[in-house]
T-cell receptor, first 109, second 114 residues
Framework: TQLLEQSPQFLSIQEGENLTVYCNSS?????LQWYRQEPGEGPVLLVT?????EVKKLKRLTFQFGDARKDSSLHITAAQPGDTGLYLC?????????FGAGTTVTVRA | DVKVTQSSRYLVKRTGEKVFLECVQD?????MFWYRQDPGLGLRLIYF???????EKGDIPEGYSVSREKKERFSLILESASTNQTSMYLC?????????????FGPGTRLTVT
């Protein structure tokens, strides 16, 4: 059983469309991170959110941390083919991260 | 930039062989981690280490052991490889500051056990 549930599992959209990926848990985390992984490579950290209710923007990506620090969302505006990849959320504990199973995003040109 | 390197990108081993996967980081991070990644299951923690010669079991340590003799190097050992250990293995390192534990990953080793 995953500590963090991500939805949807797969997402395929046309270039220029918007998308949202969700990450939910019953546990409270000290921080939550989003990573993107491309085929054959390791995950790369996109952002860390720490404060409940926090919103962070990274160009066309908007990350939100829930008020109770149990859930998060990633919104991509005007998606581009370069946004294609596996998006992973991870909640931080003492020394460990707990990862969701990931959302595979495909942006078609 | 943090760099985490892994000894091999691809490995093919036979059932029963002893397998060594090595990971090196160049940012003087205290913490290092080994995960395996399987489709639909995400990343699962095998072992981690928060200091030299220290190790802690993760969520799925069975069939694996680790070694950390130097701060920059963390090795994963499969004592007797089995086909259910065919997977992508990812190493990561981190500093823990302010509850963040931001991890930096290597490129992964895709291990096939036949």
């Amino acid at each position: 059983t995953q500590l963090l549930e991500q939805s949807p599992q797969f997402l395929s959209i046309q270039e220029g469309e918007n998308l949202t990926v969700y990450c939910n848990s019953s546990s409270v985390f000290s921080s939550l991170q989003w990573y993107r992984q491309e085929p054959g490579e390791g995950p790369v950290l996109l952002v860390t959110v720490v404060t409940g209710g926090e919103v962070k923007k990274l160009k066309r990506l908007t990350f939100q941390f829930g008020d109770a620090r149990k859930d998060s969302s990633l919104h991509i505006t005007a998606a581009q083919p370069g946004d294609t990849g596996l998006y992973l959320c991870a909640g931080a504990g003492d020394y460990k991260l707990s990862f969701g199973a990931g959302t595979t995003v495909t942006v078609r040109a | 930039d943090v760099k985490v390197t892994q000894s091999s990108r691809y490995l093919v081993k036979r059932t029963g062989e002893k397998v060594f996967l090595e990971c090196v980081q160049d940012m003087d991070h205290e913490n290092m981690f080994w995960y395996r990644q399987d489709p639909g299951l995400g990343l699962r923690l095998i072992y981690f280490s928060y200091d030299v010669k220290m190790k802690e079991k993760g969520d799925i340590p069975e069939g694996y052991s680790v070694s950390r003799e130097k701060k920059e190097r963390f090795s994963l050992i499969l004592e007797s490889a089995s086909t259910n250990q065919t997977s992508m293995y990812l190493c990561a390192s981190s500093l823990i500051a302010g509850g963040r534990n931001e991890q930096y990953f290597g490129p992964g080793t895709r291990l096939t056990v036949t």
